[in-house]
């Protein structure tokens, strides 16, 4: 196979090369053994990373009821320094077990978990030495607000002992909350501290959770407190119970709940007053290599931090031509600019700010999806089992929240896929744009990859479970491509939308890079977007304050979906007629996440195989 971006990536084509070369003589070697050699060898080393995965989910209450568990339902996870070193030794003492496996007599699936697996344990020692340079506590994900959002979302009552459990939980917040707080002093005195735009959010968020009863009188329910009283509301026990149970609840946010977070607002507010202007990763300790290693991660590629803007800055040209074609289409007059403030204020293209405006969205959102899944055959063979729900943001994160996410759903099938979509300003909503995100975060995007992976289970747990954000992120972004090419996006703004969403994502190459490697300030980020994007102002303003805390996770998108197309690519001019997309989708999908590296390596060996028959 053809390497991917040729133009820039020549070390990467040299080891891809050797990898596949590797590769090859490692399925050389495989001839050396009988089948049910190297089944019985492969089965030995399933059995080992079935151990290693059931010893991880042990340490962790929390991945328990992210699996649909209920074991130490009563628990959240030991959030120590000393916890997570063990965590580490841990895995020291499986690479060591690692070796003593026969990789030459193992079936190809098994030489590739080895493979795998052996790399994310390297890299977990890579990342203890950057332990302390990610922000535990931003306006986009903390334990502020990750913690409520896991009890909301996450923690099932179905009985009385659930209930209990729940209780439980809130009184171990406080434990968990003053375990992070070592962390934190500790990133503080390093000078690790985040930018001063993210402290008011954080305050906010932590506060909102503190409103209402037990906290308030007179002014509805807390969020936590809202939650269970709903959960105890339906279970079937006696009147009195239910009134008990709401009472110990109550004491628990009184006593543990509230304090922990009082506590914690305390320390943001102490802590916002050393907050510095500077922004990107390069004001960091060490912050230029940080911002290297945290591309490489995350794109799972060697691009260096200008080949990434560079790329960046050619498809913002593209695609600026391609919506240029969109223009004369529906015959606006006026150059590209124009356009943009045509389709960012003109009333037909959102719903009104309003219950009723809120609700058409969420039903027009879920009939995409519907009208989606029963095409899903044209260009699918394998589909997700897990259903799919539609969901606004709860109120008390749609300030600071992302304008969609995405929530896979429990590895044990108990709880379906969520596709979140923040409502909070229907103006940052727009109807053009809602095509293109159903199919990125539902289908066929993130829940058909999320799902199915979970549901993959002659795979070991560890890669149904895990991920590479270039993988799927980059999947995501094919996804918004993908129905156009089977003939959605009839309304040429819906299709507008979709060149926005992925100008959005080429742009995040060149502001991303401009903000932890160039020097850029956090206004000329948000200039750059708006003088090259359509995308609302408060819109561009959470954009560039996501890249600020997540440093190299926005170029991941762009650059995995580039790869998926290439290898689409290479194979049907290598294929010609017996190209089939649907067994091509098999080949990205059916071994769960991977580097994109060995994703190549995968389809090369498909089209070799198939190009043989």
């Given amino acids: 196979m053809k390497s991917f971006l040729r133009s820039t990536l020549k070390t990467q084509r040299i080891v891809s090369s050797l990898t596949v070369v590797i590769a090859l003589f490692g399925l050389v070697s495989c001839a050396n053994y009988t089948e049910k050699e190297r089944q019985a060898e492969t089965k030995r080393l399933n059995e080992f990373f079935e151990r290693v995965f059931n010893e991880g989910v042990k340490r962790s209450p929390r991945a328990q009821t ?175 119970e239910k009134k008990a149970l709401k009472a110990q609840a109550a004491q628990a946010l009184l006593d543990y709940v509230g304090p922990s977070y009082r506590e914690l607002i305390s320390y943001i507010e102490e802590t916002q007053k050393m907050a510095k202007h500077s922004h990107g990763a390069w004001s960091l300790p060490d912050g230029e290599e940080y911002y290297r290693f945290r591309l490489e991660n995350m794109t799972t590629t060697d691009m260096s931090p200008e080949e990434i803007h560079e790329f960046g800055l050619k498809e913002v040209d593209r695609i600026h031509g391609e919506m240029r074609e969109i223009m004369k289409k529906v015959g606006f007059k006026g150059d590209l600019k124009d356009f943009f403030n045509f389709m960012k204020t003109d009333p037909r293209f959102r719903y009104p700010d309003t219950k009723a405006g809120k609700e058409r969205y969420l039903k027009e959102a879920r009939k995409i999806i519907d009208n989606m899944e029963k095409f899903l055959p044209n260009m699918f063979n394998t589909l997700p089992k897990a259903k799919l729900q539609v969901k606004a943001v709860e109120s008390y994160r749609e300030r600071s929240a992302g304008i969609a996410f995405y929530q896979g759903p429990s590895l044990y099938g108990n709880r379906p896929g969520i596709y979140y979509v923040n409502l909070y300003k229907m103006e940052d909503n727009p109807i053009y744009k ?66 926005t969403m992925e100008l959005w994502r080429a742009a995040r190459l060149v502001t991303d890079t401009g903000l932890h490697y160039k020097k850029w300030s956090r206004e000329k980020g948000i200039q750059y977007l708006k003088d090259n994007t359509p995308n609302a102002d408060l819109d561009i303003t959470k954009a560039i304050e996501r890249y600020i805390v997540m440093p190299g996770q926005a170029t991941t998108y762009k650059i995995g979906m580039q790869k998926i197309l290439d290898l689409r690519k290479e194979a049907k001019e290598e294929l010609g007629k017996k190209f089939d997309i649907r067994q091509f989708h098999d080949v990205i999908l059916r071994s769960g996440p991977l580097p994109l590296d060995i994703l190549e390596e995968q389809v090369a060996k498909w089209v070799d195989k198939t190009k043989n028959i």
């Avoid at 707080?181 to 390093?190: G, I, P, T, Y």
């Avoid at 985040?194 to 007179?218: A, H, M, Q, T």
């Avoid at 975060?441 to 979970?454: F, R």
């Fill in 66 to 240: 992210y699996l649909g568990l209920k074991t130490n339902y009563d628990k959240l996870d030991n959030e120590t320094e000393e916890y997570r070193k063990e965590g580490l030794e841990l895995n020291r003492k499986y690479l060591k077990e690692l070796e003593s496996f026969n990789y030459d007599a193992l079936t190809h699936q098994g030489q590739l978990s080895y493979r795998l697996f052996k790399k994310d344990l390297e890299k977990s020692f890579e990342w203890w030495k950057w332990r302390y340079h990610y922000y535990p506590l931003n306006q986009m994900f903390g334990y502020h607000s990750g913690t409520p959002s896991f009890m909301i979302n996450m923690h099932r009552v179905e009985n009385k002992a659930d209930a209990e459990a729940y209780i439980s939980r809130l009184k171990e917040i406080k434990r968990v909350f003053s375990e992070r707080m070592v962390h934190n002093l500790k990133q503080r005195e390093m000078g690790i501290i985040p930018p001063k735009f993210v402290f008011p959010k954080i305050i906010d968020d932590s506060k909102n959770i503190l409103k209402g009863y037990p906290f308030e009188r007179g002014k509805g329910r807390s969020p936590l407190y809202e939650d269970f009283h709903k959960k105890v509301s339906k279970l079937t026990i006696s009147a009195a």
């Fill in 434 to 499: 809602m095509e293109g995100l159903a199919y990125h975060e539902g289908l066929p995007g993130h829940h058909m990859q999320i799902a199915i992976k979970t549901e993959l289970e002659n795979l070991p747990k560890f890669r149904r479970t895990g991920g590479y954000t270039a993988y799927s992120e980059g999947w995501g972004l094919y996804s918004e491509l993908l129905p156009k090419e089977f003939g959605f996006y009839k309304d040429p703004y819906s299709d507008f939308g979709r060149l």
